[in-house]
């Protein structure tokens, strides 16, 4: 996806207090996080059919992906991985790839595209809407629709659909989840905050532990050495060099950082070079994520 802009770092007093405040916001029963939830709670997407325990069973539960491997980003439609790709991030519809180190992704913050509808009939009351009633879209993914993260209850019943997603992806398999979007609140007009949505992370990061997964911090860079503190094992970030962010996140993660560059960004083969050389696992892709029988498709590593 299309990388997301967040502010500047916060400062390291702002951080702590952030802490305490999710804390605070977390508070009250989570969702079971043994038990998966009715499947028509859960958006209309159907759960990988890949047998359960095939991949990942040589991996420590919630272990970090592999420092310094051959990756690839196939949301845009599964397929082999390439020689030398050992991680592989795929959507929670698709099955694990096997040929390592296996990541579901899920949109744990906003709606799918194809979600949109599902959620407003299903559950409109978790939904951001604007003064107006209307939902709030992203608008770089018009058809994504933010969801209200701004209360402890819509956090738990969030956590509990979305939970299900992650659910699925423990029972397909995989080794670890990546739930996108956590910096919605930089595109709400103020109506939620950083605090609500690092919330709503620590339910989803209790959620995935539980089931054996490690999971993944995307992007939002402000959050600096804060997302380590919070549970997250690793962190997926797009075009970190383009924004000269990659040191921020090694900082917090170390070597455990999946870096996706774009090819669309000059400078692709200069930027999979310092990556390669910062220990980081890093691909070059086409913007679209596309299959390499799409016109444009690119995968590069250095």
């Given at each position: 996806m299309l990388p997301r802009r967040s502010p500047a770092p916060a400062s390291l007093a702002a951080a702590a207090l952030a802490?305490?405040?999710?804390?605070?916001?977390?508070?009250?029963?989570?969702?079971?996080?043994?038990?998966?939830?009715?499947?028509?709670?859960?958006?209309?997407?159907e759960p990988s059919t890949a047998a359960s325990g095939v991949v990942g069973q040589e991996h420590p539960a919630s272990a970090p992906p592999p420092a310094g491997a051959g990756i690839d980003y196939q949301l845009g439609g599964a397929y082999p991985p390439p020689d030398g790709v050992t991680v592989v991030v795929r959507d929670v519809t698709d099955a694990p790839a096997g040929a390592g180190y296996d990541v579901c992704y899920v949109?744990?913050?906003q709606t799918q595209p194809g979600d949109s509808g599902t959620?407003?009939?299903?559950?409109?009351?978790?939904?951001?809407?604007?003064?107006?009633?209307?939902?709030?879209a992203d608008p770089g993914w018009p058809d994504e629709l933010l969801l209200d993260t701004s209360t402890a209850s819509s956090r738990q019943e969030i956590a509990r659909v979305v939970g299900a997603q992650v659910d699925a992806c423990a029972d397909a398999g995989f080794d670890a989840v990546e739930p996108d979007n956590l910096d919605s609140f930089t595109r709400s007009h103020g109506a939620?905050?950083?605090?609500?949505n690092l919330a709503l992370a620590t339910l989803l990061i209790e959620r995935a532990h539980a089931r054996g997964l490690a999971i993944g911090q995307k992007n939002t860079v402000e959050l600096g050495g804060l997302g380590p503190e919070?549970?997250?094992?690793?962190?997926?970030?797009?075009?970190?060099?383009?924004?000269?962010?990659?040191?921020?996140?090694?900082?917090?993660?170390?070597?455990?950082?999946?870096?996706?560059?774009?090819?669309?960004?000059?400078?692709?083969?200069?930027?999979?070079?310092?990556?390669?050389?910062?220990?980081?696992s890093v691909v070059g892709r086409d913007r679209g994520l596309s299959r390499p029988d799409d016109p444009g498709y690119v995968l590069e590593s250095c």
């Open positions: 802490l305490v405040l999710v804390a605070g916001c977390a508070a009250g029963p989570d969702p079971a996080p043994s038990a998966s939830p009715p499947a028509a709670e859960a958006p209309d997407r949109n744990g913050f959620w407003l009939r299903d559950h409109p009351e978790l939904v951001l809407r604007d003064d107006e009633g209307r939902p709030v939620l905050t950083r605090d609500d919070l549970g997250f094992d690793f962190v997926v970030t797009e075009d970190c060099a383009v924004h000269d962010e990659c040191d921020e996140y090694a900082a917090a993660y170390g070597p455990h950082v999946l870096e996706v560059e774009y090819a669309d960004e000059p400078a692709l083969a200069d930027r999979l070079a310092a990556a390669c050389a910062r220990g980081a």
